[in-house]
């Protein structure tokens, strides 16, 4: 926050810490539970990919159900041991309580509006609840962004696969749909995205360098730069 506050970026609210509302996702998950939208999952990843010749937007391995290593008398059993699961939605069935023309409206970097159709079934059986993890990805941000009243979503092209399954769950569990932008990302000279995990040059380092938030903007293509050119590729 103190790097986009710098950059000219300012947050009109603190920041939503997913680790003080695991309640929230608790609920959801819970309904979708109760009307058999969700299995518990043993399988583990490696067997997965092992019989899947599949992947999903991300790149790993599809599953779709019923389980691939552990049969249903074996995974009624380790539930009743209290062993904890993962649990998958159940797409054939989530599919089946949803309108066939499910799409979003899509603005990319402009002021006129798209509608994509959604393809949730590159997904597959999706993990919503994890051993180990109080909320999984894609269900914790569609309750995020609607318990928080967000309008517009704006994010990289990376996650637009992922709109497709979140325009599913919002369906299911009677959320409202967000406008959506998701713009190019800022690439490195091998054109891969900067991230946090790959130890990219982060906004504070090109500060410590010298570089003024107007460099940053005009490089980005939001005004002209006070000093040095500061190159950037777009993808």
Not at 127 to 132: D, E, M, P, R, V
Not at 169 to 176: E, M, S, V
Not at 209 to 215: E, H, I, N, T
Request: charged share 25%; aromatic share 6%.
């Amino acid at each position: 926050m103190q790097d986009l506050g710098w950059l000219g970026v300012r947050c009109e609210l603190s920041p939503r810490r997913q680790s003080e509302h695991v309640a929230d996702y608790a609920a959801a998950f819970g309904e979708l539970r109760e009307r058999g939208l969700v299995y518990p999952c043993y399988c583990t990843r490696g067997q997965i990919a092992a019989v899947s010749g599949e992947r999903d937007p991300d790149g790993a391995a599809l599953h779709r159900g019923p389980c691939v290593a552990v049969g249903v008398q074996e995974t009624r059993a380790r539930l009743a041991r209290g062993e904890a699961a993962n649990w998958r939605l159940d797409l054939a069935r989530a599919q089946s309580q949803a309108p066939s023309s499910l799409a979003w409206t899509e603005f990319y970097e402009g002021d006129a509006p798209t509608r994509v159709p959604a393809e949730p079934q590159r997904w597959g059986d999706i993990l919503l609840g994890a051993k180990q993890r109080p909320a999984v990805y894609h269900l914790a941000v569609v309750v995020d962004d609607a318990l928080q009243g967000v309008t517009d979503v704006v994010r990289g092209r990376d996650l637009f696969p992922s709109t497709s399954m979140h325009r599913l769950l919002q369906t299911l569990l009677d959320l409202p749909a967000p406008r959506y932008r998701h713009h190019r990302l800022v690439v490195d000279a091998d054109g891969a995205k900067l991230s946090k995990s790959a130890k990219s040059e982060s906004l504070r380092a090109l500060r410590q360098q010298g570089y003024s938030a107007a460099d940053i903007s005009a490089a980005l293509g939001f005004g002209a730069s006070t000093q040095g050119k500061l190159a950037v590729a777009f993808s």
